[in-house]
């Protein structure tokens, strides 16, 4: 059996960093070590750069991004497409849309995905907002870019269901996402097929 760590401090450390996406016990307490070995290098900026963050970084209350500044850069950007929303699920989706530059509109994040399992339900994600931001004169097209999941697909479905009373164009995206797939996982030349194959929904 290993010893665990002494001291409530590295044991909060190692406890905080396990809940970390990817990160598990072990792979936490390596990291601890890392970042206690290399206390100047890592460990004070990275506590200064999470205090930072906490403090300075908000979502945007048009499209969910996060940002420093609210509206967000791209809700702000001139040259952008009025007329195309692009919705995804989680920020990070958002990140791989623009990593991939296959997608020049704006876009909307909602937060997750409905699931009954986890007992989301639409008011807890940011629906309302989308549909408000569908029925401006301007928008023509919505772009659902949903991850390829059950209940990704079933979060698509009640869009579009809600969506129907709106004068705008409903499309998904196609080949190149795999059932199953996120988009955060996929690399910039998938997304970027999926975007300019996207078809009627």
Known sequence: ????????????????LAKLPGLGPRSARRAALALVKKREQLL??????????????????????????????????????????????EVGDLWAMERAAAFRGRYHVLGGCLSALDGIRPED????????????TEVSEVILAMNATV??????HYITDHLQSSNVKI????????????????DDGTISAAMHSRRPF
């Open 44 to 89: 004070l900026p990275l506590s200064d750069a999470l205090a930072q963050a906490g403090d300075k970084i908000k979502p945007c209350s048009n499209c969910g991004n996060i940002d420093v500044n609210d509206p967000c850069h791209i809700c702000s950007a001139p040259g952008r497409d009025n007329t195309v929303i692009c919705v995804v699920q």
């Open 171 to 186: 499309s998904r995206l196609a080949h190149g996402v795999p059932v199953g797939g996120e988009l955060d996982y996929l």
């Open 151 to 156: 209940d990704g697909q079933t979060t698509a």
């Open 125 to 136: 994600l940011n629906i309302a907002n989308l549909i408000d931001r569908a029925g401006a």
């Open 1 to 16: 059996m290993s010893a665990s760590p002494a001291g409530s401090e590295i044991e909060r450390l190692i406890g905080l």
